[in-house]
Nanobody
């Protein structure tokens, strides 16, 4: 059974940094598309960043240059380094892994950017 567990969320001031982690159990991530989505209150879920063996890395325009996605295949862990955070980055961040065309999701971790 595939499970994803996120961690690293919290409260941070504008301009601060956080690193989110997502540990996968039940499968490896080396040859799969993995990434992060976020959903802010009252808004639709949006893809933040993803990384794939063929497509490479992709970012939504609003985070490009501030966020970096990476993965450690040996640890089956996907990271999202978030720098220069802004209040509009406040959301629940969820990681996903695409298995045979189906996205498997974690429960998410809350990131709040506020002074």
């Amino acid at each position: 059974q595939v499970q994803l567990v996120e961690s690293g969320g919290g409260l941070v001031q504008p301009g601060g940094s956080l690193r989110l982690s997502c540990v996968a159990t039940g499968l490896g991530v080396s040859m799969l598309v993995v990434g992060w989505y976020r959903q802010a209150p009252g808004k639709q879920r949006e893809m933040v960043a993803r990384i794939g063996p063929i497509s490479g890395t992709t970012y939504v325009d609003s985070v490009r240059g501030r966020f970096t996605i990476a993965k450690d295949n040996a640890k089956k862990t996907v990271y999202l380094q978030m720098n220069n955070l802004k209040p509009e980055d406040t959301a629940v961040y969820s990681c996903f892994v695409r298995v045979s065309g189906v996205d498997v999701w974690g429960k998410g971790t809350l990131v709040t950017v506020s002074s």
